[in-house]
């Protein structure tokens, strides 16, 4: 099930808009909570996703409204410019998403790779659909179900995507990429370093579950300029406060940089060299500033 802002945030369209489509319009009729809250269900998304679609290549609300869900769709194949197939593209992944279709999931990402390549499907297919449900990620508001269920298919793909990237280092500044130990959740953390090693800039990357220790020993060998992390949910016995302050006190010298989900919890003053990104747009403004 999902709320009014998930909707918005899954298919860019404002949830005061949504609202006034389903007073005037028949498409779109949400189900109500007993507190009078409205929820949406798979089918729902799929209807809204489709019709935000057509809308955004030029067919007017009130003549989508009088189509049947089959013409909605079949018009929807019948788009034929290159943002349009990657949009439907990238709304067939949610779609499966929402649907715990695993194996669906990775066939349409594989067609894909056989007809553009591994780093065009990163860029025009994973890349949108992972802003798209970004904000679900970043905050834990997606199904963790659902999550499991595509989180190795994707995995698997942006690490082949990275590999296959052959850049040239164009910034001088080095970035050390690790999640905190107790963390596993690895996919943004990935997400952020193929941008990374796009833009030009120097990587290591240790990956999920470094105890501290560990860290340290890689940072006086490698002797980066950034410490970069990702934390999402809370491990047991992981203190996101004492987490901040142990990073504080241990590295001096580094600006040390913190994104997802507990970034927006913590209350307390954030210590001068440590930054936090606390959405997807600061993240990709802080690797456009490298």
């Given at each position: 099930?999902?709320?009014?802002?998930?909707?918005?945030?899954?298919?860019?369209?404002?949830?005061?808009?949504?609202?006034?489509?389903?007073?005037?319009?028949?498409?779109?009729?949400?189900?109500?909570?007993?507190?009078?809250?409205?929820?949406?269900?798979?089918?729902?998304?799929?209807?809204?996703?489709?019709?935000?679609?057509?809308?955004?290549?030029?067919?007017?609300?009130?003549?989508?409204?009088?189509?049947?869900?089959?013409?909605?769709?079949?018009?929807?194949?019948?788009?034929?410019?290159?943002?349009?197939?990657?949009?439907?593209?990238?709304?067939?992944?949610?779609?499966?998403?929402?649907?715990?279709?695993?194996?669906?999931?990775?066939?349409?990402?594989?067609?894909?790779?056989?007809?553009?390549?591994?780093?065009?499907?990163?860029?025009?297919?994973?890349?949108?659909?992972?802003?798209?449900?970004?904000?679900?990620?970043?905050?834990?508001?997606?199904?963790?179900?659902?999550?499991?269920?595509?989180?190795?298919?994707?995995?698997?793909?942006?690490?082949?995507?990275?590999?296959?990237?052959?850049?040239?280092?164009?910034?001088?500044?080095?970035?050390?990429?690790?999640?905190?130990?107790?963390?596993?959740?690895?996919?943004?953390?990935?997400?952020?370093?193929?941008?990374?090693?796009?833009?030009?800039?120097?990587?290591?990357?240790?990956?999920?579950?470094?105890?501290?220790?560990?860290?340290?020993?890689?940072?006086?060998?490698?002797?980066?300029?950034?410490?970069?992390?990702?934390?999402?949910?809370?491990?047991?016995?992981?203190?996101?406060?004492?987490?901040?302050?142990?990073?504080?006190?241990?590295?001096?010298?580094?600006?040390?940089?913190?994104?997802?989900?507990?970034?927006?919890?913590?209350?307390?003053?954030?210590?001068?060299?440590?930054?936090?990104?606390?959405?997807?747009?600061?993240?990709?403004?802080?690797?456009n500033s490298l």
């Amino acid at each position: 099930m999902f709320t009014i802002r998930d909707i918005e945030n899954l298919s860019g369209i404002k949830a005061h808009t949504i609202r006034i489509w389903e007073q005037r319009y028949s498409f779109l009729k949400p189900k109500r909570s007993c507190t009078n809250i409205r929820f949406y269900n798979s089918d729902d998304l799929k209807v809204i996703l489709n019709i935000s679609l057509l809308n955004k290549h030029g067919y007017k609300i009130s003549q989508i409204d009088k189509m049947s869900r089959e013409t909605i769709f079949e018009n929807v194949l019948s788009l034929a410019d290159a943002e349009a197939k990657t949009d439907i593209v990238v709304n067939q992944l949610l779609g499966l998403m929402v649907a715990f279709d695993e194996i669906g999931f990775e066939k349409a990402i594989n067609k894909y790779i056989a007809a553009a390549g591994i780093e065009k499907a990163i860029l025009e297919i994973l890349f949108p659909f992972l802003d798209k449900v970004g904000i679900l990620w970043l905050t834990n508001h997606i199904n963790p179900a659902q999550e499991r269920l595509i989180s190795n298919v994707i995995r698997q793909k942006i690490i082949t995507g990275i590999d296959s990237l052959v850049s040239k280092i164009t910034s001088s500044s080095k970035i050390c990429l690790f999640l905190p130990e107790g963390e596993y959740h690895e996919i943004s953390l990935l997400y952020i370093a193929f941008l990374l090693k796009k833009k030009g800039v120097s990587i290591t990357y240790l990956g999920a579950n470094i105890p501290l220790a560990e860290l340290k020993t890689v940072v006086d060998v490698k002797k980066p300029d950034y410490l970069y992390t990702h934390v999402t949910t809370t491990g047991h016995g992981f203190n996101f406060e004492k987490f901040v302050a142990s990073m504080n006190k241990e590295f001096k010298n580094i600006t040390i940089i913190i994104s997802g989900r507990l970034t927006s919890a913590y209350v307390k003053k954030i210590p001068q060299k440590i930054t936090f990104k606390k959405s997807l747009a600061d993240v990709k403004e802080f690797i456009n500033s490298l």
